[in-house]
Structure formats: C-alpha cells, structure tokens
C-alpha cells in the first residue's frame, strides 16, 4: 500500500529522473540543455507515469510546452503517451494540436493533458465540428459571471492561467474521458449524464452549448415548441438542471 501511495506521489512530484530536486523553473531551464535523445527519456517517463496513475505533473506541461515551442514533435507523441491511433490522429493534425497546447496547457493546468491525449485516441478531435469548436471558444469573450465562477471552483485566482485556458482544459478532459464526469453528492445527476452522453455521441453539441453558457451565462432549450431561456435564474427548474451541469464541468477545472 504504502508503494502505491509513493507511486501517485511520484507521479505529481518526481515524474521523471530529471525533474528530482528541482523546481519548475529550474525544470524547465534544465531542459534546453538535453540532446533529443534524453528529451524522449524525459518524454517516456513523463507519459508513463500519467499513463499508469491518471495523474498529470506540472513538470509534465512543461516538457510538452517545451517540446512543441521548440518544435520537437516528433517527441509530442510520447511525451503524451499516445497509441498508434492517437499518434496517427496527432501527425494528421499536428498544427491544430501544437497550437491547442500552447494556448490551454499549463503547469497550472496540467491535468487536462489527460483529457487532450485520450481524446487523440478515442478520435473525437478528427471530426472537423470539433475543432472547428474548440478553435472557436479560443476566441470568445467569457461573460463576468462565467469567469468568477470558474474562478471559484479552483479556489482562487491565477494570473499566469486565464478562466478561458481552465475552462478548455477542463472540456478537453471530458472529450477525453466521458465516462469520469462526475456527479457529486446526487448519483442519479441527469446533468452529468447529460454531458457524459454528449461528449460521447454529439461533442460538436457539447462544445456548442459549452460556448453560449460560456459568452451569455445563458442557455436556451426547445422543448415541445416551446424555448426555455435565463436558464441560470434562480428558481428556474431547468436553471437548476443546467447549474448543475455547470457545477459538473467545474469540477473538471483546474
């Protein structure tokens, strides 16, 4: 047992021979001295450890920062630990994918590295209203009560990651793992099955929905003729059903 726990310990702390004894800063300085050759040990270490746990180190988002940013892509694939499926998906879409990293990934916002690399794999991110989704959250202007929620479920404020960077991250993780959303204290949560289905049978819906809740703190369903709006209004039945899909997606942030 007590192997176990130091195995998840190292898997956040020391997930590679390199990063032992040194900070993030001092992690990342090391790397631009390494020879292609040791950045793919670094890189085999790094996805084995997330791999074997499910648990993604900040030094991990510093290498797969690293190594795209000095356009080593031939190292991306292992670094992210992908199959030969998700390798063949990277290499199709390499420049969509570099780019997604450089804009969402952070040491901060490691774990959603998972989510990105499950989602190579399982093939969502080969279909075009996927991406063209995600490339379109990318630009959007977050409304003020989205970002002081998802400000609140990672406990504080980070200037060096943005609400949007959080949010993404977190729709990544769960384009990646549909079947992990969780559903709280409530394990009959129709929201989350909600968002598990979606992201399994309809992820352009997921990203679409995700966008105007995102921009309008808002969203509006059609129902027997009938559009139910200002779903977020408190006592509103679908606002509460929608919250707490909102809540849902929230815990995927950070």
Wanted: proline fraction near 3%; hydrophobic fraction near 40%.
């Amino acid at each position: 047992a007590d192997e176990d726990l130091l195995a998840f310990q190292r898997s956040i702390y020391r997930p590679s021979i390199g990063t032992e004894g040194k900070t993030y800063q001092e992690y990342e300085d090391y790397l631009k001295i390494l020879s292609e050759a040791q950045l793919i040990v670094e890189a085999d270490q790094m996805s084995e450890g997330m791999l074997s746990n499910g648990l993604v180190s900040s030094y991990h988002a510093s290498l797969l920062l690293f190594l795209v940013k000095n356009k080593h892509y031939e190292v991306v694939g292992r670094c992210l630990g992908l199959n030969e499926s998700g390798l063949a998906l990277f290499s199709e879409y390499q420049e969509f994918v570099c780019t997604l990293i450089v804009d969402v990934i952070h040491p901060s916002n490691a774990q959603c590295i998972y989510g990105l690399a499950k989602s190579l794999e399982n093939g969502v991110l080969s279909r075009s209203a996927v991406r063209a989704g995600l490339h379109n959250l990318q630009t959007i202007s977050l409304h003020p009560n989205v970002k002081e929620r998802i400000i609140k479920s990672v406990g504080s404020a980070k200037a060096e990651v943005s609400p949007k960077q959080f949010l993404i991250g977190a729709l990544l993780r769960i384009l990646g793992q549909p079947l992990g959303v969780g559903q709280g204290n409530n394990p009959t949560c129709q929201s989350a099955r909600g968002i598990s289905m979606w992201s399994q049978h309809a992820p352009a819906k997921l990203i679409h929905m995700v966008h105007a809740a995102a921009v309008h703190n808002d969203l509006s369903f059609r129902f027997e003729d009938k559009v139910f709006g200002n779903s977020f209004r408190v006592g509103s039945k679908l606002g509460s059903s929608v919250g707490c899909g909102i809540c849902n997606l929230g815990a995927y942030v950070g």
